[in-house]
């Protein structure tokens, strides 16, 4: 899977909307962008994930530059639950048993200001 | 109803031991996964396991093994306890199909201490 730079960590005042940019220049064409969230001493959690457009669910929106180099996670309300590490992953469409297991990086720690 | 429940959340232990840590997934999934993540808080995959195929990650020593005795279940089994096993564990699940969003849910981690 290709690589990915995240800023080490971000603050945010909180119902400001968090931006948490991602890079991942050696992205390939079949590699989804994914963004996942491991709030304190749990579990990971999926957010959302995209290809080539927008995208935008309940909890936040993903924005992919045209020429899919890069990507921002957007939480347009940022809450004092949002403090989190925040990850972004690149990871190829399926192929084959076992392929979605997840490579994670350093991932983004945001800390929710209020 | 918890989605993936691990146990024990806590497990502390001696060096040369051998402990296990239940997974269980009540989403029908076909794929199942163990992570360790260290006191840097690096989260690394350790095994991919559907009903067909085990995929193992070739930096976890063969003192870690998995076992799965049905599809809602993986239990991690390790042998000789070291120090540097100390980190938490997670499980997770995914539907490993073509096409499919293959978004992983995450168990709430057990949390191994080896003194």
């Known amino acids: 899977d290709a690589k990915t730079t995240q800023p080490t960590s971000m603050d945010c005042a909180e119902g400001r909307a968090a931006n948490l940019p991602c890079n991942h220049s050696t992205i390939s064409g079949n590699e989804y962008v994914y963004w996942y969230r491991q709030i304190h001493s749990q579990g990971p959690q999926y957010i959302i994930h995209?290809?080539?457009n927008n995208e935008t669910n309940e909890m936040a929106s993903l924005i992919i530059t045209e020429d899919r180099k890069s990507s921002t996670l957007i939480l347009p309300h940022a809450t004092l639950r949002d403090t989190a590490v925040y990850y972004c992953i690149v990871r190829v469409a399926y192929s084959g048993a076992g392929s979605y297991q997840l490579t994670f990086g350093k991932g983004t720690k945001l800390s929710v200001i209020p | 109803d918890t989605a993936v429940s691990q146990t024990p959340k806590y497990l502390v232990t001696q060096m040369g031991n051998d402990k296990s840590i239940k997974c269980e997934q009540n989403l029908g999934h076909d794929t199942m996964y163990w992570y360790k993540q260290d006191s840097k808080k690096f989260l690394k995959i350790m095994f991919s396991y559907n009903n067909k195929e085990l995929i193992i990650n070739e930096t976890v020593p063969n003192r870690f093994s998995p076992k799965s005795p049905d599809k809602a279940h993986l239990n991690l089994h390790i042998n000789s306890l070291e120090l540097g096993d100390s980190a938490v564990y997670f499980c997770a699940s995914s539907q490993d199909l073509a096409g499919g969003l293959g978004e992983q849910f995450f168990g709430p981690g057990t949390r191994l201490t080896v003194l």
């Open positions: 995209g290809l080539k």
